[in-house]
């Protein structure tokens, strides 16, 4: 069984930065792609990022391009997000997911889901 767990979550204050690790587990290949999307109270789920773990290949939303990087360890099974200049707009449950393939039809407030998911891990931007 796939399995995803993410983790690093935290209290920071804005402008500071975070970094969340994605510990994934029971990939039949390594062509999947891990995809990071985050929801915030009383808002729709927002895909943020997606590396593939074939090849590195990364794509961002909008909102946070040019602040996060996702990087992937694939001797540590781990995808990282590091986030910095974090905004309060920032705040939200934050979590990993896996599929096959990144595309752009996960970034976004697309509502579409990736096949597996691991809990989530709060991020609280204020000061």
């Known amino acids: 069984d796939v399995q995803l767990q993410a983790s690093g979550g935290g209290l920071v204050q804005p402008g500071g930065s975070l970094r969340l690790s994605c510990v994934h587990s029971?990939?039949?290949?390594?062509?999947?792609?891990i995809g990071w999307f985050r929801q915030a109270p009383g808002k729709e789920r927002e895909g943020i990022s997606c590396i593939s773990l074939s090849d590195g290949s990364t794509m961002y939303s909008d909102s946070v391009k040019g602040r996060f990087t996702a990087t992937s360890d694939n001797a540590a099974s781990t995808v990282h997000l590091q986030m910095n200049n974090l905004k309060p707009e920032d705040s939200a449950v934050y979590y990993c997911?896996?599929?096959?393939?990144?595309?752009?039809?996960?970034?976004?407030?697309?509502?579409?889901?990736?096949?597996?998911w691991g809990k989530g891990t709060q991020v609280t931007v204020s000061s």
């Open positions: 029971g990939f039949t290949y390594d062509g999947f792609a």
């Open positions: 997911a896996a599929d096959l393939v990144c595309s752009t039809y996960y970034m976004g407030y697309t509502g579409n889901r990736m096949d597996y």
